[in-house]
């Protein structure tokens, strides 16, 4: 018993060699899509890049370690953990968490410098203790609308009590979040935008002012609702849920996941496919094997219902996607032989197509990306400047 363990210990643990099924992240064209976005604002307005749940799937390090000063203001993040994240891998721009966050985590919030989206009159009494022994920097989010996080207009009285009786609270910020956005014909938008401009009149009507601003998402910005001066804080528009046209540019996808084929098999006509052989084939068929599936974050909503690229061409998804595999039919491909590789994220498949086919946005389909896919990085020849 002990020997064994000496002669394990004498050896590495041998590495496999790396799974097919990897995702690229295009460095470059995450740089592209910044200025694009940055280019769109108005006079004075200023980036901020939303790299919350890892930057979308995408690697919030490596998509930070591409952001300066003078091409974002701030970066914001959804929890403590994430900016932490940031922090220890050497990011030293502004960071916000969005929030909320617990008594606790105000301190640890502050250590880390960084700076904290107040998001309710309970959370702002717990950051006004911490103020009375340090200055802490906040941004305060008003509740709109949308009915999720931030100060309701019924609260406003409390909160001004709070911040006017607190000196070293540094009031850095004021915000709120759109719900519909991105329907241009919804009012709601309009409708919370004027209930922030009411509220901030409020508020300084009571002597409480912030030099920032900031109400618009992705969204938002696309559709030119950004203010002169103020932030935007842009996170899915970063990674191009599919190509976008703007006056400034084009926002290109920068994710690809991709894998290979694995095996491929000759079937008769009338042969089932998977599990509960909700595929049967209706012609002698090429089906095709890879290694990918609902535990990499590749939706099992999927199920008969997608397509990869195979060789530049369409190859759909047949019968059920499992755990670790998933069955494409490329009879109609008949170049394509095991090892081909297969594109199942990218090159014209875009997240937002793979979002509708399985009854989600696509935010969710970079989310759903799992950590036991790796994730590489191209760099562009130049660094960003
Ligand atoms: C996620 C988030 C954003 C960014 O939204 P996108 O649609 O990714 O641009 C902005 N503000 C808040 C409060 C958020 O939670």
Known sequence: MSTQRES??????????????????????FDHNVDVIARLLPEGARLVAVLKADGGGHGAVELAKRLTLDRVAMIALALI????????????LPLLVLGPLSKEQISIALDNDVAIGVVGPEELEHVCAVAREREVIIHLKLDTGMGRMGVLESELPRVIELVRATPR??????????????DATDPFTEMQIANYDRMLATLREHGIEAPLHHFANSAATLRGLVRPGDFARVGLALYGPRRIET?????EPILRWRTEIMRLKELPAGHAVGYGTTFHTKRPSRIATLPVGYADGYSRLLSNNADVLVRGRRAPVVGRVSMDLVTIDVTDIPEAVAGDEVVLLGDGITAEELGQRSQTISYEVFCRISARVPRFYRRPARPAT
């Open 8 to 29: 394990r210990q004498s050896r590495p643990t041998p590495q496999p060699p790396l799974r097919p099924t990897y995702v690229e992240v295009d460095l470059g064209r």
């Open 81 to 92: 953990e994430e900016a932490i994240e940031l922090r220890r891998a050497g990011i030293a």
């Open 169 to 182: 609270l540094r009031l850095d910020g004021i915000y709120t979040h759109l719900a519909n956005a991105d």
């Open 247 to 251: 006056a400034a540019g084009v926002i």
